[in-house]
């Protein structure tokens, strides 16, 4: 039976009949995935699960899906867009189902609509992002955020492809709010910001405004922080979207530990946010253990997790029982 998914050899290429968005979150040791790789995901989940994709024309034919901005390498995200172009009417639950069913644990489709219009049609002019701090009190993160939000401009340096790359990190942040969450009255918790950054050209990532908050207010983080992008689209909508700081950190007259954390879940941009699941993940931070304990999906061998059985029996091989690596 031949894969509908795959052109057939010599045939005339089906005309695009229907376009999905995708909305799906990348999580857990998938957050350490290239673009590319997602997209080399994204293109076997297609193949298996049989979905009608529509290809390009010429020698090398490609399926037709589009991507917005992808979150940097490095960072979590619950709100990665990207579109399909099918050939065959398809309902959008059935696609998700068999969509997030194919690809690798760590990427997990949250939602598929049909929208009227194309991905490059929708606006994306700013991203709604959590960024946890290992190691910073309330009151350090409290400062740093004040400092950098009076200063007029706070400059810093990347090193690119094409040679360092100057910008202005403070231009980019709308709203930035700090909070602070602790798992139980023990614990002594961590800070967590929440800002909305706009799409600027150069593009401003969240390591970037992390330099430029230890420029201003040497805040350095005991640990790499946990990046993650709650959501993405229109400007007003995203600074509607990040709220006030009560509704990440405990509210006033609280005792730490009692308030409760969760994502912003949209499921279309123009979408008011969805209120906090008690039962959701409650940061990336939390996203990143609950995936090294155990994985929902079962892994692949080849994978891009590489938690594969074949990779751990290797592993298990070449250790002697007293823990040190053979020669």
Same mark, same amino acid.
């Given at each position: 039976?031949?894969?509908?998914?795959?052109?057939?050899?010599?045939?005339?290429?089906?005309?695009?009949?229907?376009?999905?968005?995708?909305?799906?979150?990348?999580?857990?040791?998938?957050?350490?995935?290239?673009?590319?790789?997602?997209?080399?995901?994204?293109?076997?989940?297609?193949?298996?699960?049989?979905?009608?994709?529509?290809?390009?024309?010429?020698?090398?034919?490609?399926?037709?899906?589009?991507?917005?901005?992808?979150?940097?390498?490095?960072?979590?995200?619950?709100?990665?867009?990207?579109?399909?172009?099918?050939?065959?009417?398809?309902?959008?639950?059935?696609?998700?189902?068999?969509?997030?069913?194919?690809?690798?644990?760590?990427?997990?489709?949250?939602?598929?609509?049909?929208?009227?219009?194309?991905?490059?049609?929708?606006?994306?002019?700013?991203?709604?992002?959590?960024?946890?701090?290992?190691?910073?009190?309330?009151?350090?993160?409290?400062?740093?955020?004040?400092?950098?939000?009076?200063?007029?401009?706070?400059?810093?340096?990347?090193?690119?492809?094409?040679?360092?790359?100057?910008?202005?990190?403070?231009?980019?942040?709308?709203?930035?709010?700090?909070?602070?969450?602790?798992?139980?009255?023990?614990?002594?918790?961590?800070?967590?910001?929440?800002?909305?950054?706009?799409?600027?050209?150069?593009?401003?990532?969240?390591?970037?405004?992390?330099?430029?908050?230890?420029?201003?207010?040497?805040?350095?983080?005991?640990?790499?922080?946990?990046?993650?992008?709650?959501?993405?689209?229109?400007?007003? &909508?995203?600074? @509607? +979207? $990040? #709220? =006030? !700081?009560?509704?990440?950190?405990?509210?006033?007259?609280? /005792?730490? *530990? %009692?308030?409760?954390?969760?994502?912003?879940?949209?499921?279309?941009?123009?979408?008011?946010? &969805?209120?906090? @699941? +008690? $039962? #959701? =993940? !409650?940061?990336?931070?939390?996203?990143?253990?609950?995936? /090294?304990? *155990? %994985?929902?999906?079962?892994?692949?061998?080849?994978?891009?997790?590489?938690?594969?059985?074949? &990779?751990?029996?290797? +592993?298990?091989?070449?250790?002697?029982?007293?823990?040190?690596?053979?020669?």
């Amino acid at each position: 039976m031949p894969n509908p998914s795959s052109p057939a050899p010599g045939a005339d290429h089906a005309p695009v009949v229907q376009r999905l968005i995708v909305r799906y979150a990348k999580r857990s040791r998938m957050r350490f995935a290239s673009h590319r790789d997602i997209a080399r995901a994204v293109e076997r989940a297609v193949r298996k699960a049989q979905v009608p994709i529509a290809y390009s024309a010429g020698f090398t034919p490609h399926p037709k899906i589009s991507y917005a901005g992808a979150a940097p390498t490095g960072t979590a995200s619950e709100a990665e867009y990207l579109e399909l172009s099918l050939t065959a009417v398809r309902a959008g639950s059935e696609v998700r189902d068999q969509l997030d069913a194919a690809l690798p644990d760590g990427i997990d489709v949250i939602d598929v609509t049909e929208e009227a219009g194309s991905l490059g049609a929708m606006t994306f002019a700013a991203s709604l992002w959590d960024v946890v701090l290992p190691g910073i009190g309330p009151d350090e993160a409290a400062a740093a955020v004040e400092a950098f939000l009076a200063s007029d401009g706070v400059q810093v340096e990347r090193l690119t492809s094409k040679g360092i790359r100057r910008m202005d990190a403070r231009a980019a942040v709308v709203t930035m709010q700090a909070g602070w969450r602790a798992a139980d009255p023990r614990d002594a918790g961590y800070a967590i910001l929440r800002m909305v950054v706009q799409q600027l050209t150069p593009a401003v990532r969240p390591d970037d405004i992390l330099t430029a908050l230890r420029q201003v207010a040497g805040l350095v983080p005991s640990s790499p922080p946990l990046v993650t992008r709650l959501a993405q689209g229109p400007l007003e &909508a995203m600074a @509607a +979207a $990040a #709220g =006030p !700081a009560e509704g990440f950190g405990p509210a006033a007259g609280q /005792a730490p *530990g %009692s308030a409760a954390q969760g994502h912003v879940e949209t499921t279309r941009l123009d979408a008011p946010p &969805a209120q906090p @699941a +008690a $039962a #959701g =993940p !409650a940061s990336a931070y939390d996203q990143l253990l609950r995936g /090294a304990a *155990g %994985s929902q999906r079962a892994h692949a061998p080849g994978s891009l997790t590489g938690d594969s059985p074949d &990779a751990r029996n290797r +592993a298990q091989r070449s250790r002697t029982p007293s823990g040190q690596q053979c020669g």
